[in-house]
């Protein structure tokens, strides 16, 4: 599958240069949830539908060329809400918060800063599927999740344990 896609985006990018608009045009791949089965979120707890980083985090690319050096890369939790600001803003058009009034542009971030003034992020995942309905919180390295079905929480340090293996909500 990684290797179709990956010869797809490289039709896509061979168009673009013949029809010379490569440098003019910018590209988002992103997935979305996290790997499909435990064997492909390196070792990650969870995956795609669940509520831990094997469920969570997906890869992001983004070229724009002139702006993001290639090559880069950047730490700072981003959401697919983001993703709507963002765009406006590289396209020069003005920002519309009452429209994206949970995602921030990460234009900062692809330009190499290292901050989006954003203290925490939010999520809701209200239905069943591989999992229970739960909601999630994050505040810097440390994550909460709410299971709504018997109100468990779950809390960890994202920095010292990734692998969320220590529940630290008791």
């Not at 950047?74 to 983001?82: E, K, L, Q």
């Not at 692809?110 to 901050?115: E, H, S």
Request: with cysteine; proline share 6%.
């Amino acid at each position: 599958m990684v290797e179709s896609l990956d010869d797809c985006v490289g039709r896509i990018m061979d168009k673009l240069e013949a029809m010379g608009i490569a440098d003019n045009t910018v590209i988002i791949l992103t997935g979305d949830n996290g790997g499909d089965r435990d064997q492909t979120t390196a070792g990650l707890k969870g995956y795609k539908g669940f509520s831990h980083e094997g469920g969570v985090r997906e890869p992001l690319i983004v070229k724009w060329p002139g702006n993001a050096e290639p090559g880069s890369t950047c730490d700072v939790p981003v959401i697919g809400t983001d993703f709507y600001p963002t765009m406006l803003e590289m396209a020069g058009l003005p920002l519309k918060p009452e429209e994206h009034m949970d995602g921030r542009s990460i234009v900062s971030l692809l330009k190499g800063k290292d901050c989006l003034g954003r203290d925490n992020l939010y999520w809701h995942y209200p239905h069943y599927h591989r999992t229970m309905p739960y909601g999630a919180v994050r505040s810097g390295n440390m994550k909460l999740i709410e299971f709504f079905e018997d109100g468990a929480l779950e809390l960890y340090d994202l920095e010292s344990d990734p692998n969320e293996t220590a529940n630290l909500a008791t």
